[in-house]
Every structure is written in structure tokens, then in C-alpha cells.
């Protein structure tokens, strides 16, 4: 392909320009949001019902009757809750608002006769059933854990907000309440229940509306979420890894982060050929593929195809992390999207490696220290390691990650030791103590997955933390030495982000912007370790190969951003399963992936 990015035609600019949310939607879902709001305000602040904008307070949807607070909070609520889903197209937002707004405008006629009531409730719903066509959006992947993560949000802010209804009555409560018993009649309001606070006249009835409405609210959405068709997260089926397994065979040697295309918590679309795949997992309504195209060069267009008429389908935003130069020419070309340099990628050939030489002369003199402290290496390939002592190490590495959840999607394959994965390459570091460990001797394991026939990626890096500093550059010393006896000339190490700006910045002469630009990323790496990945590549005098994010506009990085630190599991802002039920789902997993491996070995 050209060195530069193809020009885009104008039928990928008409068919795969990305599923970007339209004009009336957008405006719908933020109306949407502002009645919310002002239906909230109403219903909680009684200075803003009496205040200039108590003629508008009074005629919003659902502000009517006896129980016009509990009603309005009820209202705002709701109405907030769709408006993100409206925003997204969403078809079951649209179901949901098309039945609330009548009911609210016929409520207003009915108990009100307010004819300005019902024009507002009428001027949302007549765009939503005239563009309805726009809202087609499939529901986002979820659990049952969903409704738990509802509920705890719901209450937590139900409390608040019920604080805040039950302070905002100053002159009304009698006596003096303390913190702890405006709290109490909070809790007690959710359920119903009058509490230990009183007020005059009718004051008590509208914070015991406006407290159940909360109550009720907080239960019918969580009852909803728990109860509604599960859609979870698509996940590679066996017929699917082994379509992919089939491609990485003839294309894997094309790109190095082919092989983590077999992470069993992504999905996968095909081209309507079968030549070609894109795998993707969906984070905070962000579709994220990461790496290239698998498979042949030519039917990539039609796997990129899929994946946006998939994004499209959902209203998901599209996101390519960590695509090589020629990946990210073709996803320009093909949808029209824009790509953006991201970091740089640390290949190391193995024939020109070398321990000599000044450059070499710290990771040479650690070597040298930690083999004279009594370590040894082992280089192996899965297949030959023996059951028992597989498992010891799959249970190492998993003590040793050091936090709660499994790091790394674009480059991380996200299991160690299974059975299908025979090609995957190990390195671990040994050393006999007087006092054997809960692993015996093993203090280190590095784990390599197949670039090719020729290739090794690096997975990841676990060490014990009681062994001597060093023990990953030993490692990859002794992965690089040992490369030529399994027929690799090639190995590729971690990704280092923003390396070209790191590198420039030191640099005498670097300007004032670009100097502030790598004090940012030294200051952020105190918590995402750019600069230390940086350092820790650069030992090894590897070529750097530049990684590409491809994204639809720029105000979609933020929120792309985001929703790869959390696929790579720097970020979590969903609720976790129990341990015990990550150790069980893991467990049924297994006998599944034997099973495949066996199949494919009767096959072979």
C-alpha cells in the first residue's frame, strides 16, 4: 500500500461513516434532560415552585395534582434516566418516552385542565413519533449484575436527594432535628413509613410523597433490570476461535497482535467471505477493536463493513486502539474515520540482538548479577510443559498480577497454560531456597504467544515479589538467546505510549510545548507507567513500529479514552463479580477449551 492514507470514496463516506447519532435524537434527548431537571427542581426545592419559574414548574409533565412534588420527581427522574438512551437512539428509550409523555400530558388535562401542560409533553413527543425511524438501536450487551449496580446507585442517590427534600423546609420542621434523624425519616420515607421528623400544615405530606416516589422509583428500575432479557457481553464461540485460528495459520506472521484476537471476552464479525475478521469488545457503549484485521489484506474491507453496521445497529461509537500503519490506512480509507498516533511498539530481531556493547551495559551487568545470585532459565513451549507443573504456574501468575482484575485487552490474551494455546511460548526463572515457597522454585514467568511461524508477542510479565529485582530482563534475555533453537528471528515487546513525544521532549532542543507535553506524561506516569514502559523497551535497542487509535471525531476521544482503560483494567466503573464466582465462571470455561483441544488434535 501507499506510504500515505488512500483518499476516502464517497460510498464508504455514504455507507460507512459511523454510526453518529442524528440531529433529532440528539435534540430530543437533551429536551428530554431539561425537563428532567427542572421536573427535579420543582419537586424538591419548594422556593423554586413559588419562585419566577413557577408558571413553567407547574406544567411540566407530570407537575399535577395533590402530589405534585412526588409526581414532578418521579417525572424528572424517569425523564433524565431516557434521556441518555434517546441521545443513543435507542428504541427501548423511545418506547419508554412515547409512554410516558402522553400519560403526562393527559394527567395534566385531566386534574390541571392546563392546555401549556400538555403542548410540552406534546412538542417532545411529536419529533419522537416523526423521526422514529432514528431510533432502531439495539440494546447495549448486560447482566443481571446490572440490576444490583442500579439499585445501589438508586439509593445512594435517593438518600441524597432525600436529605435535601427533608432540609429544604426550614421554617416548616418543627423542633430542631439532628443529622441522625433526618436520615432516619429518609430511610423510613423509602419504605413508606412516616419518620421522626415533623412539619406544619401540609409540608409532611409533600416530603412523604416526594420520599416514596423515590422508594418507588429505586425499586420498579431495579426490579425492571432484574427481570428483563439478558443480553451479555458476546464472547468467541468454539466455531468462531477456530475460524480464527484457521486465518492467524495463513496471516497471523502480518501483525503481531494477531494472536490476541483469541481473547475469549471479545467478538468477533467476519467478512462476508470468511477471509478476513474483526474482533471487538463493546466498553461503555463503545465498540473497541483493537490490533488489525485478521486475516487477508484484501477482505479486510469487508470485515470493517461488518464491524460498522454492527456499531451502526447498536449505536455504538466505533474505535480501532493499537492498528499498525497499513491498519489504519485501510479503516481511514474504508469508513472515513480519522487515526491518531498513539505509541510506538518495541520489536526486537533476534539476530541482531546482543549483549555486548556500551548500550547493553546495565541490562548485560544485571543479567550477569542475577545469574551469580544462584537463578537459572527455562524456555519452553506450552505443549511441553507437564500438567502439574502448569498448573502451579497458571496459579503464580495469578497470585502475583497484583490487582483485583486481569490488566491488558489490546495486547493481552488473558489466560496462561491452556490447552489450545500449545504454540505459546514460556520463560520462567528458578532458584532453590533453603525454605521452599507455596511454587517451589519458581520466581518468575513471562509468557509469549505466536507472531506468526517466526514471531513471539509478549503477554505478560509476572514476578514473585520476594525474588531479586531484574527478573523480567532476565527473562526476556533468556527468551531472545533461546529464540533461534524454536525458529524465531523475531519478538515483540510491550507497547510504549506516546514514546515519539518522550523521546522528543528529553531531546536538547525540544521546544517549551513539547517539553510541557512530556512533563504531563512523566506526571501521569506515576499511575500508568508511560514513561517506565518507555525506559524498560528502550534497554533492549529494539525498532520501534508506531500503533495507531482510529476514532470518528475528536470528541470522541474522551470517551474512548475511557473506555480503554477500562477494557485494559486501569478503570473500573462497573461492579465486579465475587472472587469466588470469577474462580467458578473461570473453572467452566476450562473443560469447554480442553474439550476443543482435544477435538482439534483428533482432527489434525
Not at 513451549?381 to 490487582?403: K, Y
Not at 525458529?487 to 536538547?508: H, P, Q, V
Not at 533492549?540 to 483494567?569: C, H, K, S
Amino acid at each position: 500500500m501507499s506510504g500515505g492514507v488512500p483518499s476516502r470514496s464517497s460510498r464508504a463516506r455514504r455507507i460507512l461513516r459511523g454510526p453518529r447519532p442524528e440531529a433529532v435524537p440528539v435534540l430530543v434527548g437533551r429536551a428530554a434532560a431539561l425537563v428532567g431537571v427542572l421536573d427535579i427542581a420543582a419537586g424538591v426545592f419548594p422556593r423554586f415552585r413559588h419562585s419566577r419559574m413557577h408558571a413553567i414548574a407547574e406544567v411540566l409533565p407530570g407537575s399535577f395534582g395533590p402530589f405534585a412534588a412526588a409526581l414532578s420527581l418521579s417525572a424528572g427522574v424517569l425523564l433524565l434516566v431516557l434521556a441518555h438512551g434517546l441521545k443513543r437512539c435507542k428504541r427501548r428509550a423511545w418506547r419508554a418516552a412515547v409512554a410516558l409523555l402522553p400519560a403526562g400530558a393527559a394527567a395534566q388535562f385531566a386534574y390541571r385542565h392546563s392546555v401549556i401542560g400538555v403542548l410540552i409533553a406534546v412538542a417532545l413527543l411529536v419529533p419522537l413519533l416523526i423521526h422514529r425511524d432514528e431510533f432502531a438501536a439495539l440494546p447495549d450487551p448486560r447482566s443481571r449484575w446490572r440490576a444490583l449496580a442500579n439499585f445501589i446507585l438508586m439509593s445512594a442517590s435517593s438518600l441524597v436527594l432525600g436529605l435535601v427534600i427533608v432540609s429544604v423546609h426550614p421554617h416548616r420542621t418543627i423542633g430542631d432535628p439532628s443529622l441522625a434523624d433526618r436520615l432516619t425519616h429518609v430511610v423510613y420515607g423509602l419504605f413508606g413509613f412516616e419518620g421522626p421528623v415533623d412539619y406544619q400544615g401540609n409540608t409532611s405530606w409533600t416530603v412523604a410523597f416526594s420520599l416514596g416516589a423515590l422508594g418507588w422509583i429505586t425499586a420498579v428500575t431495579s426490579i425492571y433490570l432484574a427481570f428483563r432479557p439478558e443480553h451479555p457481553a458476546a464472547r468467541l464461540t468454539e466455531e468462531d476461535e477456530s475460524r480464527l485460528r484457521a486465518l492467524l495459520e495463513k496471516h497471523g506472521r502480518r501483525d503481531s497482535l494477531g494472536h490476541f484476537a483469541l481473547r475469549r471476552d471479545k467478538a468477533v464479525v467476519f467478512s462476508p467471505s470468511g477471509k478476513a475478521a474483526v474482533t471487538y469488545r463493546v466498553v461503555s457503549g463503545v465498540m473497541l477493536a483493537s490490533g488489525d484485521p485478521v486475516g487477508d489484506v484484501e477482505a479486510w474491507p469487508g470485515a470493517i463493513e461488518r464491524f460498522m453496521d454492527e456499531a451502526k445497529a447498536h449505536s455504538w461509537t466505533p474505535a480501532v486502539m493499537g492498528c499498525s500503519e497499513t491498519g489504519g490506512e485501510v479503516w481511514t480509507r474504508e469508513t472515513g474515520l480519522d487515526a491518531l498516533e498513539l505509541g510506538d511498539e518495541a520489536v526486537v530481531d533476534v539476530a541482531d540482538f546482543s549483549l555486548a556493547g556500551r548500550a547493553m551495559r546495565n541490562v548485560r551487568q544485571m543479567v550477569k548479577r542475577i545469574e551469580r545470585a544462584g537463578y537459572e532459565t527455562r524456555v519452553r513451549r506450552i505443549r511441553d510443559l507437564g500438567d502439574a507443573e502448569l498448573e502451579r504456574i497458571r496459579r503464580a501468575a495469578e497470585d502475583w498480577r497484583g490487582t483485583d482484575t486481569e490488566r491488558g485487552f489490546s495486547m493481552a490474551l488473558g489466560r496462561v497454560g491452556d490447552a489450545a494455546d500449545g504454540d505459546c511460548l514460556i520463560a520462567t526463572a528458578h532458584k532453590q531456597d533453603d525454605e521452599p515457597g507455596e511454587y517451589g522454585d519458581l520466581k518468575a514467568v513471562l509468557h509469549f504467544v505466536p507472531w506468526g511461524e517466526d514471531g513471539a508477542s509478549l503477554d505478560l510479565m509476572r514476578r514473585d515479589r520476594s525474588a531479586d529485582p531484574g527478573m523480567n530482563e532476565l527473562l526476556i534475555v533468556a527468551a531472545l538467546q533461546a529464540a533461534p533453537k524454536f525458529g524465531i528471528t523475531r519478538i515483540s515487546l510491550n507497547f510504549a505510549m506516546f514514546r515519539s513525544a518522550l523521546a522528543r521532549g528529553e531531546k536538547i532542543g525540544a521546544g517549551p510545548v513539547l517539553r510541557a507535553w512530556r512533563g504531563l506524561l512523566v506526571f501521569l506516569s506515576r499511575w500508568f507507567q508511560i514513561e517506565s514502559l518507555y525506559k524498560f523497551n528502550a534497554k533492549f535497542q529494539p525498532r520501534w513500529e508506531p500503533r495507531f487509535v482510529v476514532y470518528r471525531n475528536t470528541a470522541d476521544l474522551p470517551r474512548i479514552g475511557l473506555a480503554a482503560m477500562q477494557a485494559e483494567g486501569f478503570v473500573n466503573l462497573a461492579l465486579p463479580l465475587p472472587r469466588f464466582l470469577r474462580r467458578r465462571r473461570a473453572a467452566a470455561e476450562r473443560p469447554c477449551t480442553h474439550a476443543m483441544a482435544e477435538r482439534d488434535v483428533r482432527a489434525a
